[in-house]
């Protein structure tokens, strides 16, 4: 995300698809790197709990005032638009739902855009989420889509995780693309990306720094090294671009 908002030079937008209670915004807001506009999209009872947290903690509050030039901000229960900061309660398999709230917020298709999709896309039927993909490559003149999810899904730890979720009801609709990296890359290519690549999040750990890795693992023990290394070689993230070769925006990788 840092990559993509220093190569726009922060004239972008980001919006992030099933965002939860994240706080990407308020970090880039306190490292100067904010999008000219940051979408949220969840669910409408997802966003009513964020908002309510925003309403009442002037620790969340504050930062969207502060940037807001008008008297007031628009804000109910499913919706807070303001000029650099939106949330938006919609369901992400109704494209058209989806698209109608974010121009009304004053989505950009002009802007180069980062979308990003943590753990979502896996929720739904992989038609659905297709379509979503699809919709995200057709609908920027510039962008990029950067996905973290479920891999490696067909062996036996897949299949145990598989189970064990939908013992609990919590069925995987959309593990089918999720059986390996290049699955993961093809779902992008064939839904109108240009560029994909991915990468399992054990080879993502061996590539930070040092120094990094020990601040990690200071911060609690953990003598369960093989468990962590199979659990993170079945999570993958995934990143495509369209356009954008004037920003170098396919140099942008892990």
Not at 217 to 227: G, N, R, T
Request: hydrophobic share 40%; glycine share 4%.
């Amino acid at each position: 995300m840092k990559a993509f908002l220093r190569k726009t030079e922060c004239h972008c937008q980001v919006i992030n698809l099933g965002a939860g209670m994240d706080t990407a915004f308020w970090m880039l807001k306190d490292q100067d790197l904010l999008p000219s506009k940051y979408f949220e999209v969840d669910f409408p009872m997802i966003v009513t709990r964020k908002l309510h947290n925003i309403k009442f903690k002037p620790l969340l509050s504050q930062p969207i005032l502060e940037l807001h030039c008008e008297d007031t901000l628009h804000m109910d229960g499913h919706l807070l638009d303001s000029k650099r900061y939106a949330i938006i309660g919609a369901d992400l398999r109704d494209i058209s739902e989806l698209e109608e709230k974010l121009k009304k917020c004053n989505m950009n298709t002009q802007l180069p855009t980062l979308l990003v999709t943590e753990c979502v896309l896996v929720y739904m039927t992989p038609e659905q989420s297709a379509s979503l993909i699809k919709w995200a490559a057709s609908s920027f003149v510039t962008a990029m889509f950067v996905n973290y999810e479920q891999v490696n899904m067909e062996d036996r730890f897949g299949q145990i995780m598989v189970e064990n979720l939908r013992r609990r009801q919590c069925d995987l609709a959309g593990v089918e693309p999720c059986k390996s990296l290049e699955s993961q890359k093809q779902r992008l290519l064939s839904n109108g990306w240009e560029t994909a690549s991915a990468m399992n999040m054990m080879e993502l750990y061996s590539r930070l720094p040092r120094t990094e890795v020990s601040r990690i693992e200071s911060l609690e023990f953990l003598d369960e090294l093989e468990l962590l290394e199979q659990l993170m070689q079945h999570y993958c993230l995934c990143w495509a671009t369209k356009g954008g070769s004037h920003l170098g925006l396919k140099d942008i990788t892990c």
